[in-house]
T-cell receptor, first 112, second 113 residues
């Protein structure tokens, strides 16, 4: 079964609004990463948060991690049309294999 | 610098044929990963190479799938006797070391007819 589960599966908002996506996982992790994918092809790494971190910022992105709840959130502030994409969280198992386990993703649409 | 590159970008093949997909990782990256993404789905891990260690093949779906990494750089994913369910986008990623962020190539879209 999938390690990461994103919520919601799809999100549609107006340009300028904030977008929040959530991710839950099942086992202990080393770190959690968020990726963006446009047009079903290559993924772009957005941000990595380690298991001992609680919050991380990068530009308009804010990621939180709650290891007690095994959940993470990605906040995109002041959304732009170019933010339209699918967003995936990915985790690697603590002391396990280094492979990333991805969720099904959240499809974000920013309406002009 | 150059990112991860993959070739071909698209491949259409007949059922039963063998295919080879190539990945050129970022220079200096010791870890290399292959993933598969079926239509509208998340990514499925296939195989992971780290330096000279034995690869982690735990994600390969069948013995028709194999991969090698020559000289610690270029990797080839081979699918023998392709089936229609093999149709997907195959993505390669590399990272400086394990536990670092992974950088993905543009993928190879494989269509088995």
């Amino acid at each position: 079964s999938q390690q990461g589960e994103e919520d919601p599966q799809a999100l549609s908002i107006q340009e300028g609004e904030n977008a929040t996506m959530n991710c839950s996982y099942k086992t202990s992790i080393n770190n959690l990463q968020w990726y963006r994918q446009n047009s079903g092809r290559g993924l772009v790494h957005l941000i990595l948060i380690r298991s001992n971190e609680r919050e991380k910022h990068s530009g308009r992105l804010r990621v939180t991690l709650d290891t007690s709840k095994k959940s993470s959130s990605l906040l995109i502030t002041a959304s732009r049309a170019a933010d339209t994409a699918s967003y995936f969280c990915a985790t690697d198992a603590f002391q396990g294999a280094q492979k990333l386990v991805f969720g099904q993703g959240t499809r974000l649409t920013i309406n002009p | 610098g150059a990112g991860v590159s993959q070739s071909p970008s698209n491949k259409v093949t007949e059922k039963g044929k063998d295919v080879e997909l190539r990945c050129d990782p970022i220079s200096g990256h010791t870890a290399l990963y292959w993933y598969r993404q079926s239509l509208g789905q998340g990514l499925e891990f296939l195989i992971y190479f780290q330096g000279n260690s034995a690869p982690d093949k735990s994600g390969l779906p069948s013995d028709r799938f194999s991969a090698e990494r020559t000289g610690g750089s270029v990797s080839t994913l081979t699918i023998q006797r392709t089936q229609q369910e093999d149709s997907a986008v195959y993505l390669c990623a590399s990272s400086l070391e394990a536990e670092y962020e992974q950088y993905f190539g543009p993928g190879t879209r494989l269509t088995v007819t």
